[in-house]
């Protein structure tokens, strides 16, 4: 595993990051909850814009870090941000992995993976956009479209339903994503809606919507801009 020392210079912490509510507190329970959900099933959408080859990833919002150690398992090689220590702390124990680096960092500046200075084949990011406010949405899109390769994706979950007590969540249109996501020249490439996979959600009417796109310049991105 590689583990990062603190970034002197970065300066938000969780408690600061308002998207993180909830989360420290329900960490143990949420860890339970997220390695319990086969990744295959949640990604089901996207499974075929995988890179085929081992390739640079970026999994924002990693929580229990199960993405990171799915796609690490897969042999590629897994950059893992996550806001809320608690939860990295245990994403760190459970997926020990040279492949996967598990950093401190948040939307929608994104400033401490930025300014590494690279870019990634694949961006997912999984039930972290309805975190955001309307204006922090908008300036996260250009941070997260300048993090994708020239033939990159950027694959992005939204959901939609009630608010979790103590949450912090605002209801996002796949509208709104995509037309952010179209001034940064992102072609759509999936655009899916499903129930939760889990009982407790579904029966709540919680459901979630599966965007995918691609940089413009790539000769394999479809659908319209």
């Known amino acids: 595993m590689v583990e990062n020392n603190p970034t002197q210079d970065h300066l938000v912490t969780a408690a600061e990051i308002r998207g993180t509510a909830g989360y ?17 099933d949640i990604h089901a959408a996207i499974l075929h814009l995988l890179p085929p080859a081992p390739s640079d990833i970026l999994d924002i919002g990693a929580g229990s870090g199960r993405d990171a150690a799915w796609l690490a398992a897969r042999g590629h090689r897994v950059v893992a941000i996550e806001p809320t220590a608690a ?3 245990r994403a760190q124990q459970l997926h020990r992995s040279s492949a996967i680096a598990f950093i401190d960092d948040s939307l929608p500046e994104l400033a401490v993976v930025r300014r590494q200075d ?3 084949a694949l961006v997912m990011m999984t039930a972290v956009f309805m975190h955001l406010d309307a204006d922090e949405r908008r300036r996260a899109m250009p941070n997260l479209a300048g993090l994708i390769d020239d033939d990159g994706r ?6 939609h339903g009630p608010v979790p007590p103590g949450r912090r969540m ?6 709104e994503t ?3 996501a179209r001034r940064q020249g992102l072609r759509v490439l999936v655009n899916t809606s499903a ?3 889990q009982t407790a959600n579904r029966d709540a009417g919680v459901t979630w919507t599966v965007l995918a796109f691609g940089a413009r310049s790539s ?6 801009l």
């Open 87 to 89: 939860l990295r702390l």
């Open 24 to 40: 420290a507190e329900d960490a143990d329970a949420l860890v339970a909850r997220y390695e319990s959900i086969a990744p295959e």
């Open 195 to 197: 129930p939760s996979t």
């Open 154 to 159: 950027l694959a992005i979950t939204l959901r």
């Open 170 to 175: 605002f209801e996002v249109s796949s509208e």
């Open 178 to 180: 995509i037309a952010l």
């Open 118 to 120: 690279r870019r990634f």
């Open 219 to 224: 000769a394999s991105a479809q659908g319209p």
